[in-house]
């Protein structure tokens, strides 16, 4: 069973400091927001987050309130796999083939023999090309 479902991502882009996280998650839970999936990392003097969640609309005015916080969103392609070795490099290799460059990719969850992925194009337009290389 592979599964492709296209939901909204939230980049959020602040600095990286102690605490940084925290004040994000924080300020989602406290709307009654929950994280449904994240990747967080530091680029220098910046924090990345990437963050999915079922209410992308209250999130994005919650987080727009904050000081020294960029929000962006965009579509995201959660692409349900089969769990083994190689997988990953065949769609990778798929998308690479039709040349999709891709702005970042992460595990979402994993579960029994299945793990799905974020799949995020560096081109927004190329949401609907991954749907159409990927046979959905």
Same mark, same amino acid.
């Not at 959020?12 to 400091?17: D, G, K, P, Y």
């Not at 927001?33 to 609309?57: M, P, Q």
């Not at 904050?66 to 965009?74: F, G, M, N, Q, R």
């Given at each position: 069973?592979?599964?492709?479902?296209?939901?909204?991502?939230?980049?959020?882009?602040?600095?990286?400091?102690?605490?940084?996280?925290?004040?994000?998650?924080?300020?989602?839970?406290? !709307?009654?927001?929950?994280?449904?999936?994240?990747?967080?990392?530091?680029?220098?003097?910046?924090?990345?987050?990437?963050?999915?969640?079922?209410?992308?609309?209250?999130?994005?005015?919650?987080?727009?309130?904050?000081?020294?916080?960029?929000?962006?969103?965009?579509? *995201?392609?959660?692409?349900?796999?089969?769990?083994?070795?190689?997988?990953?490099?065949?769609?990778?290799?798929?998308?690479?083939?039709?040349?999709?460059?891709?702005? !970042?990719?992460?595990?979402? !969850?994993?579960?029994?023999?299945? *793990?799905?992925?974020?799949?995020?194009?560096?081109?927004?337009?190329?949401?609907?090309?991954?749907?159409?290389?990927?046979?959905?």
């Amino acid at each position: 069973m592979i599964l492709v479902v296209f939901m909204k991502e939230l980049t959020v882009i602040t600095s990286n400091s102690v605490g940084t996280l925290a004040r994000v998650a924080e300020e989602l839970g406290a !709307s009654g927001i929950n994280i449904e999936a994240i990747s967080a990392y530091g680029l220098g003097d910046r924090a990345i987050f990437r963050i999915i969640t079922g209410d992308v609309k209250t999130a994005l005015k919650v987080l727009s309130r904050l000081p020294d916080v960029e929000v962006k969103e965009a579509d *995201t392609v959660i692409y349900k796999m089969i769990n083994r070795p190689g997988e990953l490099g065949k769609v990778a290799r798929k998308l690479a083939n039709h040349g999709i460059n891709l702005e !970042s990719i992460y595990i979402v !969850s994993r579960k029994n023999d299945f *793990t799905e992925v974020a799949i995020n194009p560096a081109n927004p337009k190329d949401v609907e090309k991954i749907k159409e290389i990927l046979k959905i």
